[in-house]
């Protein structure tokens, strides 16, 4: 049973108040967010059209570009445009919309990254059983149990807000709507409630990246098996995939599991998993990745010879 409030709309404070370092920031986030789609979208397309990707592998960094692109698209639109206004504001219901989207794609893009370790694992240590293991048919059941695992983890985070009563300010400390954020604003004691947000969100932060440490390690000391090719190529993927992990769980470990206490840096570390960290991860994979870049040149040739016979 969800408690009355006497709010319908939230005002986002932002980054800042100044007009100028508003503009500034308008073109930033621009840049940032026209660059993740650029990645991600140019990724996605060249997975679907390119014959030589159609491995695992591919199969999950398509879902992570997917879900890149969405978790990225989830704030920086309405965040550059806040950027223009003199006050920021957001409904009710799509505050509440926001907090479902963030956590859903974040959470997804969470299992996705556990789902490419896996299939490191499998390819690297069970190389003669990789694709009985690792089939067309198992990796989607494998991605919709994230999207499921997503959905379900989300609507915690619903039920979470939806129990709090605002009935005072309305004003948000942040950019975007989330719980930690709305707890402040709430009129009751919010111990409890924080305590299920750290366990909840927290909990799936942390234990998810111990997971993956420990595969990663595994994976790494049974390369010592590896021919000197074999260990560059596989050492040269398992860094990329690290350091994205390192990149995304290392401010979301920060920002969701302690108490409810905020500092000056938040904002800033938030900007970096759900802006940044989508930037850099097509950059990390086509960079490291040398099956990928040559797609993508192909996918490039095929344009041009196209636009050429027209």
């Not at 014959?51 to 999950?60: A, E, I």
């Not at 840096?265 to 970096?272: A, E, G, L, N, Q």
């Amino acid at each position: 049973m969800w408690l009355n409030n006497n709010v319908t709309e939230f005002i986002l404070l932002g980054l800042t108040q100044d007009p100028f370092r508003k503009k500034i920031l308008f073109v930033v986030f621009l840049l940032f967010y026209m660059g993740t789609l650029l990645g991600n979208l140019l990724i996605i397309a060249t997975i679907k059209t390119s014959q030589n990707l159609g491995s695992p592998m591919y199969f999950f960094l398509f879902y992570l570009s997917l879900s890149d692109t969405c978790f990225s698209t989830t704030i920086a639109p309405r965040t550059i445009v806040d950027s223009l206004l003199k006050e920021a504001s957001i409904p009710f219901s799509e505050c509440i919309i926001q907090v479902f989207t963030f956590h859903f794609f974040g959470c997804l893009e969470i299992f996705i990254l556990i789902l490419m370790a896996v299939d490191r694992y499998v390819a690297i240590c069970k190389p003669l059983h990789y694709m009985t293991i690792m089939s067309h048919r198992v990796c989607g059941i494998l991605v919709v149990i994230a999207w499921v695992g997503s959905c379900v983890h989300s609507l915690v985070q619903i039920c979470l807000a939806l129990s709090l009563p605002f009935c005072g300010p309305n004003e948000i400390d942040h950019f975007f709507c989330d719980l930690q954020p709305l707890l402040k604003l709430a009129c009751i004691d919010t111990y409890m409630i924080n305590l299920l947000l750290v366990s909840n969100s927290g909990a799936i932060c942390t234990v998810s990246f111990l997971m993956l440490m420990v595969s990663y390690i595994i994976i790494l000391h049974s390369l010592r098996n590896h021919s000197a090719e074999g260990r560059r190529k596989a050492l040269s993927t398992c860094i990329s995939h690290i350091i994205v992990v390192i990149l995304f769980f290392g401010p979301c470990i920060f920002i969701y599991t302690r108490p409810a206490t905020t500092f000056p840096m938040d904002k800033m570390i938030t900007i970096f998993y759900s802006i940044g960290t989508p930037l850099l991860n097509p950059m990390i994979y086509t960079l490291r990745n040398a099956e990928v870049k040559n797609a993508m040149k192909m996918l490039w040739r095929k344009k041009l010879v196209s636009d050429d016979r027209k």
